[in-house]
């Protein structure tokens, strides 16, 4: 196993594991719940994290994790879906209604 991604926040550890998931890479998260202990230990060590479970998946699941975090930080403004005229706030790169993807 191969550890691809650590955040203080376990949407952002959640969001890239649903992603990942979604392009056929196993994965796992770990000190989903560790918070509990911050203080008696660094806050770093109990970030939630994720993890490929096959090591050949790691340079793949970098690559996609990067990609995505290039395209939103590119996007500074909310947008309206075109396909169903939600509002989606800013960063997003696909409809949270409908899933179409950003132009």
């Not at 939630?48 to 096959?54: A, C, G, R």
């Not at 075109?82 to 949270?96: A, H, I, L, T």
């Amino acid at each position: 196993m191969k550890q691809v991604y650590t955040h203080m926040d376990f949407t952002h550890v959640g969001h890239f594991q649903s992603v990942l998931e979604g392009e056929g890479i196993q994965t796992t998260v770990r000190n989903k719940n560790a918070s509990g202990v911050m203080g008696e230990i660094p806050f770093t060590e109990v970030w939630p994290e994720l993890w490929v479970l096959n090591d050949s998946d790691e340079e793949k699941a970098q690559t996609i994790i990067k990609e995505f975090n290039s395209s939103s930080k590119s996007r500074t403004a909310a947008w309206t879906c075109p396909k169903c005229d939600s509002e989606v706030d800013e960063g997003f790169s696909e409809c949270w209604n409908c899933g179409n993807p950003a132009n």
